[in-house]
């Protein structure tokens, strides 16, 4: 029997049993003191996660964490579909630990190392300016652009340039770069670090499309889906499996004045549209290289202990390890950043971690990934040998949703010890 919960805004109907909606792939768990760490351990980690759950902010997570190569949490909780805010069925679908999930922003971490793999190839440098590839683009402000400044947030290109732009605008590719080709900017040569929520993949993609000559789905299908034994994992996702995809809700409060319109300036649309939006067919079948990859956690657990093992999963090298070494390597000190409004640092297209807390949890200088609207986390952390994949279908902007992520992050960099620890 589910009952709600009484309590501000749009929240998922909680049951009374939370075991009856959790689901642990039993078989791929290892013994947590095989790869040094302790059952109450990760028991703590699971607790903060059905924590989170019973805020009621989270229709449905899943989570994937490998420790040394093996994998210690493979686990979900709540409904794909059916269980949330305005939207209660009479058979709602469980999410499972391999139900494919929009990874939003998290996909921008997937994009910029497809970008470093073309480096790798040859195919491109990053520290050419985008004009080389895109000539319309070096124009305007922009003629001394380059990848790495897109990839790092610092061609001055955080937002869409329109005053209300469509919400379809995102499946026009073409309008897209025609748009980002003909804006003016005063700041196109790295001197200010600003979120590109969306603009950026539109030029990284375009680039990749005219140096390889192949559209980005059978690009990524070639360059880490198949390698890493991945059944989704690429931009959009086919329509034949759009029904095994988690549907997403805007829970929570809505977000108030200023923020609301921060966040609107970021993403180009409000905030609580975002949700409805992703669940639409065309944004399913689009291809937005900074917003729209579907994966399950394993997938994307598993690409980043490829990350992690120095381009290498299971016994295929994906990428050189100095790829790897380039992909992480910060491009500037801990800053504010003018779209996020917090400090943060970032590598060549990568979210970095911190000393005290960051991103990743707590103590974890050398940790690298992306969030996806704000609560998707995918991260490796080479102190710890650690690589998660945490995904969830609540879109939320509520305050109450940040001690409950920040408790996750905490309880696994506080149960997953460094190595030089165990």
């Known amino acids: 029997m589910l009952s709600k919960i009484k309590t501000l805004g749009q929240m998922t109907p909680i049951p009374k049993d939370i075991d009856s909606v959790v689901t642990i792939d039993t078989k791929s768990e290892c013994n947590p003191e095989e790869v040094g760490l302790t059952q109450n351990g990760v028991d703590a980690i699971w607790k903060s996660i059905e ?30 579909r059916g269980n949330g805010p305005n939207h209660i069925s009479l058979n709602p679908s469980l999410m499972q630990p391999d139900t494919p999930v929009c990874l939003f922003s998290a996909s921008k971490g997937v994009t910029a190392v497809l970008m470093h793999k073309l480096e790798e190839d040859g195919l491109l440098n990053l520290d050419d300016k985008v004009g080389k590839y895109i000539p319309e683009f070096g124009v305007n402000g922009k003629e001394n652009t380059t990848l790495r400044h897109v990839l790092s947030h610092r061609a001055g290109l955080n937002s869409i340039p329109l005053p209300d732009p469509d919400p379809r605008l995102l499946y026009q590719w073409n309008t897209m770069n025609d748009l980002l080709a003909a804006v003016s900017t005063k700041k196109g040569t790295g001197q200010e670090q600003a979120y590109h929520a969306i603009t950026g993949g539109y030029i990284l993609g375009e680039i990749a499309r005219r140096v390889t000559g192949k559209e980005l789905r059978p690009l990524m299908q070639e360059v880490f889906s198949a390698p890493l034994g991945c059944k989704f994992f690429n931009y959009g996702i086919e329509e034949s499996a759009h029904h095994e995809t988690a549907l997403n809700y805007s829970t929570g409060v809505p977000l108030p004045y200023p ?18 939006i992703s669940n639409t067919p065309a944004f399913m079948s689009a291809i937005i290289p900074a917003g729209n990859m579907y994966s399950t956690a394993d997938e994307l657990c598993r690409f980043y202990e490829m990350m992690l093992n120095e381009g290498e999963f299971e016994g295929k090298q994906i990428l050189k390890p100095e790829t790897v070494r380039k992909a992480v390597k910060p491009v500037g000190k801990l800053k504010l950043d003018r779209t996020l409004l917090i400090p943060i640092r970032y590598s060549s297209g990568l979210m970095l971690g911190e000393s005290l807390f960051s991103l990743f949890g707590a103590k974890a200088p050398k940790a690298y990934g992306h969030l996806g609207l704000i609560n998707i986390v995918s991260w490796a952390d080479p102190d710890r040998d650690i690589s998660v994949g945490f995904l969830n279908s609540g879109k939320s902007l509520d305050p109450r949703s940040f001690p409950a992520l920040g408790k996750i992050l905490w309880s696994i960099t506080n149960y997953c010890p460094p190595n030089k620890a165990i």
Do not use: C, N
């Open 259 to 276: 923020l609301s319109l921060v966040a609107k300036r970021a993403l180009g649309i409000e905030f609580e549209k975002i949700a409805p």
């Open 51 to 80: 924590d989170f759950y019973r805020t009621g902010l989270q229709p449905g997570m899943s989570i994937v964490i490998r420790r040394k190569g093996k994998v210690v949490l493979k686990r979900a909780i709540g409904h794909a």
